[in-house]
Protein backbone atom coordinates (compact mmCIF):
# COMPACT_ATOMS: atom_id res chain seq x y z
CA UNK A 1 0.00 0.00 0.00
CA UNK A 2 1.34 3.71 -0.93
CA UNK A 3 1.09 6.69 1.10
CA UNK A 4 0.91 9.36 -0.77
CA UNK A 5 2.98 12.97 0.63
CA UNK A 6 0.88 15.21 2.14
CA UNK A 7 -0.25 17.39 -0.48
CA UNK A 8 -3.44 18.54 0.86
CA UNK A 9 -4.18 20.81 3.18
CA UNK A 10 -8.07 19.58 3.68
CA UNK A 11 -9.66 15.67 2.65
CA UNK A 12 -13.58 15.68 2.08
CA UNK A 13 -14.91 12.74 1.99
CA UNK A 14 -18.13 12.23 0.13
CA UNK A 15 -19.62 14.00 -3.05
CA UNK A 16 -22.37 14.82 -2.29
CA UNK A 17 -24.29 18.84 -0.81
CA UNK A 18 -22.74 19.11 2.01
CA UNK A 19 -18.99 17.46 0.91
CA UNK A 20 -19.41 19.71 -2.46
CA UNK A 21 -20.01 23.23 -0.10
CA UNK A 22 -17.44 22.12 2.14
CA UNK A 23 -14.75 20.92 -0.58
CA UNK A 24 -16.03 24.61 -2.23
CA UNK A 25 -15.84 26.75 1.13
CA UNK A 26 -12.14 25.15 1.91
CA UNK A 27 -10.58 25.97 -1.35
CA UNK A 28 -12.31 29.59 -1.45
CA UNK A 29 -10.36 29.81 1.74
CA UNK A 30 -7.14 29.45 0.25
CA UNK A 31 -6.69 26.25 0.82
CA UNK A 32 -5.83 23.17 -1.26
CA UNK A 33 -8.25 20.27 -1.26
CA UNK A 34 -9.05 17.09 -2.31
CA UNK A 35 -12.44 15.33 -2.65
CA UNK A 36 -13.14 11.93 -2.59
CA UNK A 37 -16.12 10.24 -3.88
CA UNK A 38 -16.87 6.31 -4.01
CA UNK A 39 -19.92 7.03 -7.03
CA UNK A 40 -18.09 7.75 -10.25
CA UNK A 41 -19.78 10.95 -10.62
CA UNK A 42 -20.54 13.80 -7.40
CA UNK A 43 -23.64 14.48 -6.38
CA UNK A 44 -26.38 11.69 -7.13
CA UNK A 45 -28.87 12.08 -4.32
CA UNK A 46 -28.70 15.79 -5.38
CA UNK A 47 -29.64 15.07 -8.81
CA UNK A 48 -32.93 13.50 -7.83
CA UNK A 49 -34.03 15.22 -5.22
CA UNK A 50 -36.97 17.07 -4.99
CA UNK A 51 -38.04 14.65 -8.08
CA UNK A 52 -35.45 16.08 -10.00
CA UNK A 53 -36.50 19.46 -9.28
CA UNK A 54 -34.45 20.38 -6.02
CA UNK A 55 -35.99 21.51 -3.43
CA UNK A 56 -32.91 23.49 -2.38
CA UNK A 57 -34.50 25.68 1.25
CA UNK A 58 -37.65 26.52 2.73
CA UNK A 59 -38.13 30.40 2.76
CA UNK A 60 -39.17 30.96 6.03
CA UNK A 61 -37.63 34.18 7.48
CA UNK A 62 -37.78 33.82 11.48
CA UNK A 63 -34.79 31.74 12.29
CA UNK A 64 -36.32 31.15 15.29
CA UNK A 65 -39.58 29.27 13.60
CA UNK A 66 -36.81 27.70 10.65
CA UNK A 67 -34.65 26.02 13.52
CA UNK A 68 -38.24 24.56 15.25
CA UNK A 69 -38.31 22.02 12.55
CA UNK A 70 -35.35 20.36 13.51
CA UNK A 71 -37.11 19.69 16.92
CA UNK A 72 -34.53 18.86 19.67
CA UNK A 73 -31.82 19.73 17.62
CA UNK A 74 -33.21 23.70 17.43
CA UNK A 75 -31.19 24.75 20.20
CA UNK A 76 -27.60 23.56 18.97
CA UNK A 77 -28.24 25.24 15.52
CA UNK A 78 -28.43 28.94 16.12
CA UNK A 79 -24.43 29.26 15.66
CA UNK A 80 -24.07 27.57 12.56
CA UNK A 81 -27.04 29.31 11.03
CA UNK A 82 -25.84 32.53 12.43
CA UNK A 83 -22.95 31.71 9.72
CA UNK A 84 -24.80 30.24 7.16
CA UNK A 85 -28.63 30.62 7.30
CA UNK A 86 -31.41 30.26 4.64
CA UNK A 87 -31.16 33.51 3.86
CA UNK A 88 -27.22 32.83 3.03
CA UNK A 89 -28.47 30.25 0.60
CA UNK A 90 -30.31 32.48 -1.48
CA UNK A 91 -27.41 34.93 -2.02
CA UNK A 92 -25.06 31.81 -2.57
CA UNK A 93 -27.00 30.70 -5.70
CA UNK A 94 -28.04 34.14 -7.22
CA UNK A 95 -25.06 35.63 -6.82
CA UNK A 96 -23.39 32.32 -9.13
CA UNK A 97 -26.16 33.14 -11.32
CA UNK A 98 -29.36 30.71 -10.67
CA UNK A 99 -31.54 32.77 -8.89
CA UNK A 100 -34.39 31.11 -6.74
CA UNK A 101 -38.17 30.63 -6.92
CA UNK A 102 -40.74 30.47 -3.25
CA UNK A 103 -43.58 27.90 -3.68
CA UNK A 104 -46.30 26.35 -1.73
CA UNK A 105 -45.61 26.23 2.17
CA UNK A 106 -42.64 28.33 1.53
CA UNK A 107 -40.27 25.77 -0.24
CA UNK A 108 -37.22 26.93 -2.70
CA UNK A 109 -36.37 25.91 -6.08
CA UNK A 110 -33.80 27.23 -8.39
CA UNK A 111 -36.27 29.42 -11.25
CA UNK A 112 -35.14 26.20 -14.01
CA UNK A 113 -36.43 23.60 -11.32
CA UNK A 114 -33.56 21.32 -12.50
CA UNK A 115 -31.77 20.32 -9.44
CA UNK A 116 -28.70 19.45 -12.39
CA UNK A 117 -28.30 23.26 -12.64
CA UNK A 118 -27.95 22.92 -8.94
CA UNK A 119 -24.94 20.63 -9.02
CA UNK A 120 -23.40 22.69 -11.96
CA UNK A 121 -23.31 25.79 -9.72
CA UNK A 122 -21.92 23.78 -6.67
CA UNK A 123 -19.02 22.25 -9.30
CA UNK A 124 -18.60 25.50 -10.49
CA UNK A 125 -17.89 26.62 -7.00
CA UNK A 126 -15.57 23.89 -6.45
CA UNK A 127 -13.84 24.35 -9.80
CA UNK A 128 -12.60 28.06 -8.98
CA UNK A 129 -10.58 26.79 -5.85
CA UNK A 130 -8.95 24.35 -7.58
CA UNK A 131 -10.55 21.39 -5.59
CA UNK A 132 -9.02 18.06 -6.72
CA UNK A 133 -11.97 15.95 -7.09
CA UNK A 134 -11.43 11.39 -7.29
CA UNK A 135 -14.08 9.60 -8.14
CA UNK A 136 -14.67 5.94 -7.96
CA UNK A 137 -12.33 6.33 -4.86
CA UNK A 138 -14.38 4.98 -1.82
CA UNK A 139 -12.46 5.15 1.64
CA UNK A 140 -12.44 1.78 2.82
CA UNK A 141 -10.60 2.63 6.95
CA UNK A 142 -9.78 6.25 8.83
CA UNK A 143 -6.90 5.72 10.57
CA UNK A 144 -6.59 8.23 13.94
CA UNK A 145 -4.08 8.26 16.78
CA UNK A 146 -3.08 10.14 19.85
CA UNK A 147 -6.87 12.38 19.39
CA UNK A 148 -6.02 12.94 15.82
CA UNK A 149 -7.23 11.64 12.26
CA UNK A 150 -3.97 10.33 10.53
CA UNK A 151 -4.96 9.25 7.26
CA UNK A 152 -7.64 7.83 5.56
CA UNK A 153 -7.35 4.60 3.15
CA UNK A 154 -9.06 4.13 -0.50
CA UNK A 155 -8.00 2.00 -2.69
CA UNK A 156 -4.06 1.07 -2.39
CA UNK A 157 -3.50 4.84 -1.10
CA UNK A 158 -3.02 6.24 2.16
CA UNK A 159 -4.15 9.23 2.02
CA UNK A 160 -3.07 12.41 3.74
CA UNK A 161 -4.21 16.16 5.21
CA UNK A 162 -4.29 18.75 7.81
CA UNK A 163 -7.85 18.34 8.32
CA UNK A 164 -10.97 15.62 7.49
CA UNK A 165 -14.33 16.76 6.73
CA UNK A 166 -16.95 13.61 6.40
CA UNK A 167 -19.92 14.07 4.31
CA UNK A 168 -20.59 10.93 3.39
CA UNK A 169 -24.45 11.17 4.04
CA UNK A 170 -26.99 9.15 5.86
CA UNK A 171 -29.01 5.74 4.47
CA UNK A 172 -31.75 7.48 2.61
CA UNK A 173 -31.55 6.24 -1.40
CA UNK A 174 -28.91 3.71 -1.17
CA UNK A 175 -28.86 3.61 -4.71
CA UNK A 176 -26.82 6.78 -4.88
CA UNK A 177 -24.58 5.75 -2.51
CA UNK A 178 -25.78 6.47 0.73
CA UNK A 179 -24.97 3.08 2.54
CA UNK A 180 -24.36 4.75 6.16
CA UNK A 181 -20.38 4.00 5.46
CA UNK A 182 -19.48 7.18 7.61
CA UNK A 183 -21.87 5.98 10.43
CA UNK A 184 -19.53 2.61 10.53
CA UNK A 185 -16.26 4.73 10.36
CA UNK A 186 -17.41 7.07 13.51
CA UNK A 187 -18.28 3.79 15.54
CA UNK A 188 -15.00 2.59 14.98
CA UNK A 189 -13.55 5.81 16.42
CA UNK A 190 -15.10 5.89 19.22
CA UNK A 191 -18.19 8.18 18.86
CA UNK A 192 -21.66 6.92 19.87
CA UNK A 193 -23.95 6.97 16.57
CA UNK A 194 -28.07 6.57 17.02
CA UNK A 195 -29.31 3.90 14.44
CA UNK A 196 -31.07 5.64 12.00
CA UNK A 197 -34.87 5.30 11.20
CA UNK A 198 -36.29 5.93 7.69
CA UNK A 199 -38.17 9.45 9.39
CA UNK A 200 -39.45 10.51 6.23
CA UNK A 201 -41.59 7.70 4.38
CA UNK A 202 -44.66 6.65 2.75
CA UNK A 203 -47.16 4.87 5.33
CA UNK A 204 -48.23 0.95 4.35
CA UNK A 205 -52.20 0.80 4.87
CA UNK A 206 -53.70 -2.84 4.90
CA UNK A 207 -56.82 -1.77 3.06
CA UNK A 208 -57.83 -2.18 -0.01
CA UNK A 209 -59.48 0.37 -0.94
CA UNK A 210 -56.24 2.75 -0.24
CA UNK A 211 -54.18 0.68 -2.93
CA UNK A 212 -57.50 1.06 -5.24
CA UNK A 213 -56.61 4.71 -5.56
CA UNK A 214 -53.51 4.99 -6.56
CA UNK A 215 -51.87 7.26 -8.21
CA UNK A 216 -55.01 9.89 -6.82
CA UNK A 217 -53.72 12.84 -5.26
CA UNK A 218 -55.96 14.90 -3.06
CA UNK A 219 -54.75 18.21 -2.23
CA UNK A 220 -56.38 19.53 1.09
CA UNK A 221 -57.40 16.87 3.55
CA UNK A 222 -56.65 16.20 7.25
CA UNK A 223 -55.62 13.34 8.88
CA UNK A 224 -56.17 12.06 12.36
CA UNK A 225 -54.18 8.89 13.86
CA UNK A 226 -54.96 6.88 16.71
CA UNK A 227 -53.29 4.41 18.69
CA UNK A 228 -56.37 1.26 20.34
CA UNK A 229 -58.63 4.07 19.68
CA UNK A 230 -57.38 6.65 21.42
CA UNK A 231 -56.55 10.20 19.01
CA UNK A 232 -53.04 11.06 19.22
CA UNK A 233 -52.38 14.10 16.52
CA UNK A 234 -54.00 15.29 13.06
CA UNK A 235 -52.70 16.74 10.29
CA UNK A 236 -54.35 18.94 7.08
CA UNK A 237 -52.50 19.41 3.88
CA UNK A 238 -51.44 17.21 0.28
CA UNK A 239 -52.17 13.33 0.54
CA UNK A 240 -50.94 10.49 -2.33
CA UNK A 241 -52.66 7.14 -2.93
CA UNK A 242 -49.89 4.68 -3.45
CA UNK A 243 -50.15 0.21 -4.39
CA UNK A 244 -48.83 0.15 -0.62
CA UNK A 245 -50.61 2.72 1.18
CA UNK A 246 -50.21 6.45 1.38
CA UNK A 247 -47.48 9.49 0.75
CA UNK A 248 -47.33 12.83 -0.35
CA UNK A 249 -45.95 15.98 1.83
CA UNK A 250 -48.86 15.08 4.79
CA UNK A 251 -47.79 11.76 5.43
CA UNK A 252 -44.25 12.06 4.89
CA UNK A 253 -43.82 14.58 7.55
CA UNK A 254 -46.36 12.69 10.00
CA UNK A 255 -44.03 10.11 9.76
CA UNK A 256 -41.91 9.70 12.52
CA UNK A 257 -44.40 10.18 14.88
CA UNK A 258 -46.50 7.46 13.60
CA UNK A 259 -43.47 5.54 13.73
CA UNK A 260 -43.79 6.17 17.18
CA UNK A 261 -46.92 5.32 17.78
CA UNK A 262 -46.65 1.84 15.90
CA UNK A 263 -44.44 1.09 19.26
CA UNK A 264 -47.97 1.31 21.43
CA UNK A 265 -50.03 -0.88 19.99
CA UNK A 266 -52.57 -0.68 16.72
CA UNK A 267 -52.97 2.39 14.01
CA UNK A 268 -55.80 3.29 12.84
CA UNK A 269 -56.30 6.45 10.96
CA UNK A 270 -59.13 8.25 9.33
CA UNK A 271 -59.01 10.54 6.76
CA UNK A 272 -61.79 13.95 6.47
CA UNK A 273 -62.35 14.51 2.78
CA UNK A 274 -64.01 17.68 4.06
CA UNK A 275 -61.91 19.51 6.54
CA UNK A 276 -63.35 22.93 6.98
CA UNK A 277 -66.92 21.81 6.91
CA UNK A 278 -68.81 20.35 9.75
CA UNK A 279 -70.89 17.15 9.60
CA UNK A 280 -74.06 19.77 9.31
CA UNK A 281 -73.03 21.74 6.77
CA UNK A 282 -71.92 18.68 4.68
CA UNK A 283 -75.06 17.31 5.03
CA UNK A 284 -76.38 20.41 3.58
CA UNK A 285 -74.63 20.84 0.82
CA UNK A 286 -75.56 16.96 0.10
CA UNK A 287 -79.11 17.78 0.35
CA UNK A 288 -78.75 20.54 -2.03
CA UNK A 289 -76.96 18.25 -4.41
CA UNK A 290 -79.93 15.57 -4.07
CA UNK A 291 -83.23 18.44 -4.16
CA UNK A 292 -81.56 19.23 -7.83
CA UNK A 293 -80.87 15.68 -9.31
CA UNK A 294 -83.93 14.19 -7.56
CA UNK A 295 -84.66 11.59 -10.55
CA UNK A 296 -80.87 11.03 -11.12
CA UNK A 297 -78.79 7.60 -10.57
CA UNK A 298 -76.75 8.39 -7.69
CA UNK A 299 -73.99 6.66 -9.05
CA UNK A 300 -74.06 9.60 -11.79
CA UNK A 301 -74.11 12.59 -9.24
CA UNK A 302 -71.38 11.86 -6.85
CA UNK A 303 -68.89 13.64 -8.40
CA UNK A 304 -70.37 16.50 -7.17
CA UNK A 305 -70.19 15.29 -3.50
CA UNK A 306 -66.81 12.79 -3.48
CA UNK A 307 -63.28 14.10 -4.54
CA UNK A 308 -62.49 13.48 -7.61
CA UNK A 309 -61.33 10.05 -8.42
CA UNK A 310 -62.99 8.42 -5.43
CA UNK A 311 -66.34 7.01 -6.45
CA UNK A 312 -65.41 3.78 -6.21
CA UNK A 313 -63.42 3.74 -3.43
CA UNK A 314 -66.62 5.36 -1.62
CA UNK A 315 -68.87 3.04 -2.91
CA UNK A 316 -66.70 0.33 -1.15
CA UNK A 317 -67.21 1.50 2.20
CA UNK A 318 -70.53 2.16 1.68
CA UNK A 319 -72.34 -1.45 1.50
CA UNK A 320 -76.01 -0.91 2.20
CA UNK A 321 -76.35 2.47 -0.42
CA UNK A 322 -76.43 0.83 -3.59
CA UNK A 323 -74.95 3.51 -6.63
CA UNK A 324 -77.84 2.40 -8.52
CA UNK A 325 -80.44 4.00 -6.69
CA UNK A 326 -82.54 6.94 -7.85
CA UNK A 327 -81.85 10.06 -5.43
CA UNK A 328 -85.04 10.49 -4.32
CA UNK A 329 -85.09 7.14 -3.40
CA UNK A 330 -81.84 7.74 -0.80
CA UNK A 331 -83.21 6.85 2.72
CA UNK A 332 -82.28 9.84 5.46
CA UNK A 333 -79.45 6.73 7.17
CA UNK A 334 -77.94 5.83 4.18
CA UNK A 335 -77.31 9.77 3.52
CA UNK A 336 -76.05 10.20 6.93
CA UNK A 337 -73.72 7.49 6.46
CA UNK A 338 -72.16 9.40 3.38
CA UNK A 339 -71.80 12.27 5.19
CA UNK A 340 -69.92 10.18 7.99
CA UNK A 341 -67.71 8.16 5.58
CA UNK A 342 -66.41 11.38 3.53
CA UNK A 343 -65.32 12.80 7.61
CA UNK A 344 -64.13 9.38 8.64
CA UNK A 345 -62.52 7.35 5.66
CA UNK A 346 -61.35 4.72 7.71
CA UNK A 347 -57.89 2.28 7.35
CA UNK A 348 -55.07 0.58 9.29
CA UNK A 349 -51.63 1.51 9.46
CA UNK A 350 -49.31 -1.48 9.09
CA UNK A 351 -45.79 -0.07 9.15
CA UNK A 352 -43.92 2.65 7.80
CA UNK A 353 -41.98 2.46 4.27
CA UNK A 354 -38.69 0.71 4.43
CA UNK A 355 -34.96 2.86 3.77
CA UNK A 356 -35.67 1.95 -0.08
CA UNK A 357 -38.55 4.89 0.02
CA UNK A 358 -37.15 6.99 2.92
CA UNK A 359 -36.86 10.87 1.61
CA UNK A 360 -34.40 11.45 5.05
CA UNK A 361 -33.06 8.85 7.24
CA UNK A 362 -32.15 10.12 10.98
CA UNK A 363 -29.78 8.47 13.23
CA UNK A 364 -26.13 10.13 13.46
CA UNK A 365 -23.91 11.40 16.09
CA UNK A 366 -25.56 12.82 18.90
CA UNK A 367 -24.99 16.49 18.86
CA UNK A 368 -23.46 16.72 21.97
CA UNK A 369 -20.45 15.06 20.66
CA UNK A 370 -19.52 18.13 18.79
CA UNK A 371 -18.65 21.33 18.67
CA UNK A 372 -21.55 23.18 16.94
CA UNK A 373 -19.91 26.48 16.29
CA UNK A 374 -17.32 24.90 14.19
CA UNK A 375 -18.42 21.46 13.01
CA UNK A 376 -15.77 19.33 14.34
CA UNK A 377 -15.49 16.64 16.44
CA UNK A 378 -15.12 16.88 20.31
CA UNK A 379 -13.15 13.84 20.10
CA UNK A 380 -10.63 14.88 17.12
CA UNK A 381 -9.23 17.91 16.71
CA UNK A 382 -8.59 17.87 13.00
CA UNK A 383 -11.93 15.68 11.95
CA UNK A 384 -15.16 17.65 10.70
CA UNK A 385 -18.52 16.28 10.33
CA UNK A 386 -21.39 17.44 8.15
CA UNK A 387 -25.07 16.50 6.91
CA UNK A 388 -26.57 13.38 7.49
CA UNK A 389 -24.08 12.32 9.21
CA UNK A 390 -25.46 14.54 12.35
CA UNK A 391 -28.10 12.99 14.71
CA UNK A 392 -31.09 15.56 13.61
CA UNK A 393 -34.60 14.52 12.52
CA UNK A 394 -36.16 17.56 10.01
CA UNK A 395 -39.44 17.49 8.12
CA UNK A 396 -39.31 17.98 4.11
CA UNK A 397 -39.36 21.01 2.68
CA UNK A 398 -36.30 21.98 2.00
CA UNK A 399 -34.40 21.23 5.32
CA UNK A 400 -32.78 18.64 5.06
CA UNK A 401 -30.58 20.52 2.17
CA UNK A 402 -30.33 23.43 4.47
CA UNK A 403 -28.78 21.64 6.73
CA UNK A 404 -26.00 19.98 4.00
CA UNK A 405 -25.42 23.60 3.03
CA UNK A 406 -24.93 25.20 6.45
CA UNK A 407 -22.90 22.30 7.91
CA UNK A 408 -20.68 22.20 4.82
CA UNK A 409 -20.55 25.90 4.82
CA UNK A 410 -19.49 26.16 8.17
CA UNK A 411 -16.92 22.79 8.36
CA UNK A 412 -15.01 24.26 5.36
CA UNK A 413 -14.50 27.82 6.65
CA UNK A 414 -13.26 25.93 10.11
CA UNK A 415 -11.57 23.09 8.48
Same mark, same amino acid.
Not at 16 to 42: D, F, Q, S, T, Y
Not at 348 to 374: C, H, N, Q, S, W
Given at each position: MTTTTQQYD?????????????????? &???????????? !??????? *????????????????????? *???? *??????????????????????? !?????? +? +???????????????????TLEQYMKEGNVTVKTSSPVERILASDGAIQGVIAGEETLTAKTYILATGGVSHAETGSTGDGFNWLKALGHSVTAPTPSIVPLAVKESWVKSLSGTSLTFMKITFSVEGKKKFSKTGKLLFTHFGLSGPLILNSAVMVGDLLQEGRVTAVIDAYPDTDHAALEQKILSVFE???? !?????????????????????????????????? +?????? !??????????? %?????????????????????? &? %?? %?????? *??????????????????????????????????????
Open positions: VIVVGGGPAGIMAAGRAA &ECGKKVLLLEKN !KKLGEKL *KISGGGRCNITNAEEDTRLFL *KHYG *KAEQFLYSVFAQFSNKTTFEFFE !KRGLPL +V +VQARKRAFPHTEKSIDVFNNNKN !KLLKNIMDDIVPHGMIEAVFSLLPTVDPETKVHS +VTKEQR !KLIVDTLKTLP %MTITGLMGFDRAVVADGGIPLT &E %MD %MKTMRS *KLYSNLYITGDLLHITRPSGGFSLQLCWTTGFVAGSNA
